[in-house]
């Protein structure tokens, strides 16, 4: 029960931190936000920001939760043998085996892919005709202290009320390293950038009513307990420029024509091949 609060704590108050912070360890070894992006992206094709924000925070629990398992699984192997068994080194070698081609597969293909060039022409009117694709909802950028009580949240409430601007920032960033409970904690509390929807519901609701620059002057609870936030910054709604987006763009632009690419060069190698 403790394993599974704090794993929807972190999935739900960091999954918008874009870093390689720790966000759990299992039995020593540190799963980072780092590798939960890239199951994410690999999942999703690089398209994750475009799954809906009500279903990210699920995604993001699923996916950390299979890391957590794979962790548990093969710690529990190291320690009952199985990597000195037989049957491991068999099936190990056969691994190696369709490693060796897959990756020689990889390799040849981002060969294929580094070689096809897309015009600026070419992308500067993908922009222009998919400009919604590329629309940001309104983002906040907060800071918590998690504490269990609504005593404690109050007293931490009281100690912060009479401060303002840098003072009340830099006590903030004080008091979340001493006394939250959240895995931000060590980090002032922050959050980084989230939009809406991408935090539970109280929590949502309560910081984008906020000013920039202040506290709540009551705590929020939700289910992992009671929350003083404090309003950092705030993005409006906005449309990424096409300086911001042309990488993406490309890389799709890259992969659309690489599918017609490859199915030329399979028909040629068809051809010249062997097939019986």
Do not use: C
Request: no cysteine.
């Amino acid at each position: 029960m403790k394993l599974t609060k704090k794993l929807l704590s972190v999935v739900l108050m960091t999954g918008v931190i874009a870093s390689a912070n720790t966000l759990v360890t299992v039995n020593g070894k540190a799963i980072t936000q780092q590798e939960v992006d890239m199951e994410l992206m690999n999942a999703t094709q690089g398209r994750f920001n475009q799954v809906p924000a009500e279903k990210q925070a699920a995604f993001r629990q699923q996916v950390l939760q299979q890391l957590i398992g794979k962790e548990l699984i093969y710690d529990d192997a190291q320690k009952t043998g199985i990597l000195k068994t037989k049957e491991y080194k068999i099936e190990y070698k056969k691994l190696e085996e369709r490693m060796k081609k897959e990756l020689a597969i990889q390799v040849w293909q981002k060969k294929v892919v580094d070689g096809i060039k897309i015009s600026e022409a070419t992308l500067k009117d993908y922009y222009n005709k998919n400009k919604l694709e590329y629309n940001q909802k309104e983002a906040v950028r907060a800071r918590h202290i998690l504490v269990k009580e609504e005593a404690d949240a109050k007293a931490i409430i009281n100690e912060l009320k009479p401060l303002s601007g840098q003072k009340l920032l830099t006590k903030f960033e004080e008091l979340a390293k001493s006394k939250s409970t959240g895995p931000s904690g060590p980090k002032g509390g922050d959050l980084g950038f989230f939009a809406q929807g991408q935090m539970v519901p109280e929590f949502n609701d309560k910081v984008f009513s906020m000013k920039v620059g202040t506290v709540t002057m009551e705590p929020v609870k939700t289910q992992f307990g009671y929350h003083v936030i404090y309003l950092q910054e705030k993005k409006e709604k906005a449309t990424r420029s096409f300086k911001e987006v042309k990488s993406i763009i490309e890389q799709r632009l890259k992969m659309e024509k690489f599918k017609s690419e490859m199915q030329e060069k399979m028909q040629g190698l068809q051809k010249k091949a062997v097939i019986k």
